[in-house]
Protein backbone atom coordinates (compact mmCIF):
# COMPACT_ATOMS: atom_id res chain seq x y z
CA UNK A 1 0.00 0.00 0.00
CA UNK A 2 1.43 3.43 -0.53
CA UNK A 3 2.11 5.24 2.00
CA UNK A 4 3.93 7.72 4.75
CA UNK A 5 6.62 6.28 6.52
CA UNK A 6 8.72 7.71 9.60
CA UNK A 7 12.02 6.26 11.04
CA UNK A 8 12.70 5.47 14.05
CA UNK A 9 9.16 5.67 15.76
CA UNK A 10 10.87 6.54 19.09
CA UNK A 11 14.05 8.57 19.09
CA UNK A 12 15.81 9.40 22.24
CA UNK A 13 18.71 12.54 22.25
CA UNK A 14 21.34 14.41 24.44
CA UNK A 15 20.61 17.67 25.51
CA UNK A 16 22.41 19.83 22.41
CA UNK A 17 23.32 16.84 20.46
CA UNK A 18 22.30 16.99 17.07
CA UNK A 19 19.91 14.53 15.85
CA UNK A 20 17.93 13.81 12.26
CA UNK A 21 14.54 12.56 11.63
CA UNK A 22 13.13 10.52 8.63
CA UNK A 23 10.66 10.60 6.65
CA UNK A 24 9.90 8.55 2.82
CA UNK A 25 6.63 8.20 0.76
CA UNK A 26 5.34 6.07 -1.24
CA UNK A 27 2.26 8.03 -2.53
CA UNK A 28 4.50 10.27 -5.36
CA UNK A 29 3.68 13.32 -3.36
CA UNK A 30 5.18 16.47 -4.56
CA UNK A 31 4.79 18.58 -1.45
CA UNK A 32 5.99 16.94 2.01
CA UNK A 33 5.51 18.87 5.16
CA UNK A 34 7.21 18.54 8.67
CA UNK A 35 4.59 19.22 11.92
CA UNK A 36 5.54 19.55 15.54
CA UNK A 37 3.16 18.40 18.40
CA UNK A 38 3.50 18.96 21.96
CA UNK A 39 1.28 16.93 24.20
CA UNK A 40 -2.33 17.47 24.48
CA UNK A 41 -1.80 20.54 21.29
CA UNK A 42 -2.79 20.22 18.16
CA UNK A 43 -0.15 19.79 15.13
CA UNK A 44 2.21 22.86 14.14
CA UNK A 45 3.91 23.33 11.11
CA UNK A 46 7.73 23.84 10.96
CA UNK A 47 7.53 23.95 7.13
CA UNK A 48 7.65 22.01 3.97
CA UNK A 49 8.77 21.64 0.62
CA UNK A 50 6.74 22.12 -2.44
CA UNK A 51 8.78 20.31 -5.17
CA UNK A 52 12.41 21.18 -3.95
CA UNK A 53 11.36 24.93 -2.71
CA UNK A 54 11.35 25.19 0.15
CA UNK A 55 8.50 26.67 2.46
CA UNK A 56 9.50 27.90 6.07
CA UNK A 57 7.12 29.25 8.71
CA UNK A 58 8.00 32.53 10.13
CA UNK A 59 8.26 31.07 13.95
CA UNK A 60 10.53 27.90 13.43
CA UNK A 61 13.43 28.03 15.05
CA UNK A 62 16.57 28.26 13.19
CA UNK A 63 17.58 25.30 15.43
CA UNK A 64 15.15 23.08 13.39
CA UNK A 65 16.21 22.43 9.44
CA UNK A 66 14.68 20.54 6.54
CA UNK A 67 16.38 18.69 3.48
CA UNK A 68 15.04 16.89 0.36
CA UNK A 69 17.34 14.95 -1.41
CA UNK A 70 14.35 13.15 -3.93
CA UNK A 71 11.00 12.97 -4.34
CA UNK A 72 10.47 10.22 -2.04
CA UNK A 73 12.50 11.46 1.32
CA UNK A 74 12.54 14.30 3.59
CA UNK A 75 14.75 15.25 6.55
CA UNK A 76 14.20 16.82 9.92
CA UNK A 77 17.62 18.08 11.47
CA UNK A 78 17.32 19.79 14.57
CA UNK A 79 20.81 21.01 15.23
CA UNK A 80 21.03 21.35 19.09
CA UNK A 81 18.01 19.74 21.03
CA UNK A 82 16.88 21.97 23.53
CA UNK A 83 14.40 20.27 26.27
CA UNK A 84 11.31 22.38 24.86
CA UNK A 85 12.05 20.16 21.66
CA UNK A 86 10.78 16.76 23.05
CA UNK A 87 8.17 16.45 20.75
CA UNK A 88 5.95 14.26 18.40
CA UNK A 89 7.49 15.12 15.13
CA UNK A 90 4.63 14.42 11.95
CA UNK A 91 5.73 14.00 8.20
CA UNK A 92 3.12 14.70 5.83
CA UNK A 93 2.48 14.77 2.27
CA UNK A 94 0.33 15.82 -0.51
CA UNK A 95 0.04 16.37 -4.27
CA UNK A 96 0.63 19.02 -6.21
CA UNK A 97 -1.49 21.30 -7.86
CA UNK A 98 -1.52 21.02 -11.59
CA UNK A 99 -4.31 21.66 -14.40
CA UNK A 100 -7.47 20.66 -13.60
CA UNK A 101 -6.50 19.57 -10.07
CA UNK A 102 -6.76 20.43 -6.57
CA UNK A 103 -4.55 19.42 -4.32
CA UNK A 104 -6.30 19.05 -0.50
CA UNK A 105 -5.72 16.55 1.61
CA UNK A 106 -2.43 15.61 3.60
CA UNK A 107 -1.81 12.07 4.31
CA UNK A 108 0.27 11.59 7.93
CA UNK A 109 2.86 9.18 8.65
CA UNK A 110 2.69 7.73 11.75
CA UNK A 111 5.14 9.89 13.77
CA UNK A 112 8.46 10.32 15.37
CA UNK A 113 8.49 10.58 19.18
CA UNK A 114 11.75 12.93 20.15
CA UNK A 115 12.88 12.60 23.80
CA UNK A 116 15.63 14.86 24.88
CA UNK A 117 17.82 13.53 28.25
CA UNK B 1 -4.72 34.91 8.98
CA UNK B 2 -7.57 31.65 9.69
CA UNK B 3 -8.71 30.19 12.60
CA UNK B 4 -10.23 27.19 13.68
CA UNK B 5 -12.11 26.91 17.07
CA UNK B 6 -13.36 23.69 18.67
CA UNK B 7 -15.27 25.01 21.85
CA UNK B 8 -15.40 21.28 23.14
CA UNK B 9 -12.19 19.87 24.73
CA UNK B 10 -13.83 16.91 25.73
CA UNK B 11 -16.98 14.72 24.97
CA UNK B 12 -18.21 11.45 25.39
CA UNK B 13 -20.70 8.82 23.72
CA UNK B 14 -22.20 5.59 24.82
CA UNK B 15 -21.51 2.51 22.46
CA UNK B 16 -24.39 2.31 19.76
CA UNK B 17 -25.00 6.39 19.99
CA UNK B 18 -24.45 9.40 18.40
CA UNK B 19 -22.63 12.57 18.76
CA UNK B 20 -21.81 15.61 17.65
CA UNK B 21 -18.61 17.52 17.35
CA UNK B 22 -18.36 21.26 17.16
CA UNK B 23 -16.22 23.48 14.81
CA UNK B 24 -16.18 27.14 13.94
CA UNK B 25 -13.96 28.65 11.60
CA UNK B 26 -12.65 32.35 10.26
CA UNK B 27 -11.83 33.14 6.97
CA UNK B 28 -12.20 35.82 4.66
CA UNK B 29 -11.76 33.44 1.78
CA UNK B 30 -14.36 31.60 -0.53
CA UNK B 31 -12.52 28.67 -1.99
CA UNK B 32 -11.39 26.48 0.77
CA UNK B 33 -11.27 22.83 2.37
CA UNK B 34 -12.20 21.85 5.53
CA UNK B 35 -11.07 18.55 7.33
CA UNK B 36 -11.64 16.07 9.99
CA UNK B 37 -9.04 14.25 11.34
CA UNK B 38 -8.85 11.59 14.17
CA UNK B 39 -5.77 10.89 16.06
CA UNK B 40 -6.08 7.50 18.37
CA UNK B 41 -3.28 7.25 21.27
CA UNK B 42 -0.84 5.91 18.60
CA UNK B 43 -0.70 9.73 17.67
CA UNK B 44 -1.10 8.38 14.12
CA UNK B 45 -2.85 11.10 11.86
CA UNK B 46 -6.05 9.73 10.14
CA UNK B 47 -8.51 11.30 7.93
CA UNK B 48 -11.64 11.27 8.52
CA UNK B 49 -13.64 13.49 6.44
CA UNK B 50 -13.24 16.51 4.21
CA UNK B 51 -15.26 18.80 2.43
CA UNK B 52 -14.69 21.37 -0.49
CA UNK B 53 -15.90 24.90 0.36
CA UNK B 54 -17.56 24.74 -2.92
CA UNK B 55 -19.57 21.78 -2.52
CA UNK B 56 -22.91 22.54 -1.28
CA UNK B 57 -23.45 18.68 -0.05
CA UNK B 58 -22.59 17.75 3.01
CA UNK B 59 -19.48 15.03 2.80
CA UNK B 60 -20.36 11.69 4.46
CA UNK B 61 -17.77 8.34 4.94
CA UNK B 62 -20.11 5.82 6.20
CA UNK B 63 -20.94 6.99 9.84
CA UNK B 64 -19.21 9.83 9.72
CA UNK B 65 -20.79 12.99 8.40
CA UNK B 66 -20.92 16.80 8.21
CA UNK B 67 -23.16 19.47 8.49
CA UNK B 68 -21.16 22.30 6.26
CA UNK B 69 -22.56 25.83 7.14
CA UNK B 70 -20.36 28.22 4.96
CA UNK B 71 -22.27 31.34 5.61
CA UNK B 72 -22.05 30.49 9.53
CA UNK B 73 -18.47 29.07 8.83
CA UNK B 74 -19.16 25.79 11.17
CA UNK B 75 -18.41 22.43 9.87
CA UNK B 76 -19.28 19.97 12.79
CA UNK B 77 -18.78 15.95 12.80
CA UNK B 78 -21.28 13.79 13.69
CA UNK B 79 -20.36 10.20 14.50
CA UNK B 80 -23.35 7.36 14.41
CA UNK B 81 -23.64 4.16 15.99
CA UNK B 82 -20.30 4.99 17.77
CA UNK B 83 -17.82 2.01 18.71
CA UNK B 84 -15.10 1.91 20.80
CA UNK B 85 -12.85 2.28 18.14
CA UNK B 86 -13.77 5.88 17.58
CA UNK B 87 -12.50 7.05 20.70
CA UNK B 88 -9.59 9.31 19.72
CA UNK B 89 -8.60 13.07 19.51
CA UNK B 90 -10.34 14.44 17.13
CA UNK B 91 -9.02 17.98 14.96
CA UNK B 92 -10.79 20.12 13.19
CA UNK B 93 -8.75 21.51 10.08
CA UNK B 94 -8.84 24.47 7.46
CA UNK B 95 -6.80 24.51 4.00
CA UNK B 96 -6.77 27.33 1.68
CA UNK B 97 -7.23 26.31 -1.44
CA UNK B 98 -6.68 30.34 -3.38
CA UNK B 99 -3.42 29.94 -3.05
CA UNK B 100 -0.74 26.75 -3.65
CA UNK B 101 2.11 27.84 -2.11
CA UNK B 102 0.72 29.77 1.00
CA UNK B 103 -2.40 28.04 0.78
CA UNK B 104 -0.50 24.55 1.45
CA UNK B 105 -0.52 25.01 5.62
CA UNK B 106 -3.36 23.26 7.56
CA UNK B 107 -4.86 25.40 10.46
CA UNK B 108 -6.04 23.29 12.87
CA UNK B 109 -8.39 23.56 15.86
CA UNK B 110 -7.06 22.37 19.61
CA UNK B 111 -8.87 19.29 19.34
CA UNK B 112 -11.53 17.48 20.93
CA UNK B 113 -10.74 14.80 23.16
CA UNK B 114 -13.77 11.73 22.49
CA UNK B 115 -14.38 8.85 25.00
CA UNK B 116 -16.50 6.05 23.85
CA UNK B 117 -18.21 4.08 27.07
CA UNK B 118 -19.13 0.51 26.41
Request: hydrophobic fraction near 30%; glycine fraction near 4%.
Amino acid sequence: DAMVIQNPRYQVTQFGKPVTLSCSQTLNHNVMYWYQQKSSQAPKLLFHYYDKDFNNEADTPDNFQSRRPNTSFCFLDIRSPGLGDAAMYLCATSRKRTSGTRTDTQYFGPGTRLTVL
Amino acid sequence: AQTVTQSQPEMSVQEAETVTLSCTYDTSESDYYLFWYKQPPSRQMILVIRQEAYKQQNATENRFSVNFQKAAKSFSLKISDSQLGDAAMYFCAYRSAEKETSGSRLTFGEGTQLTVNP
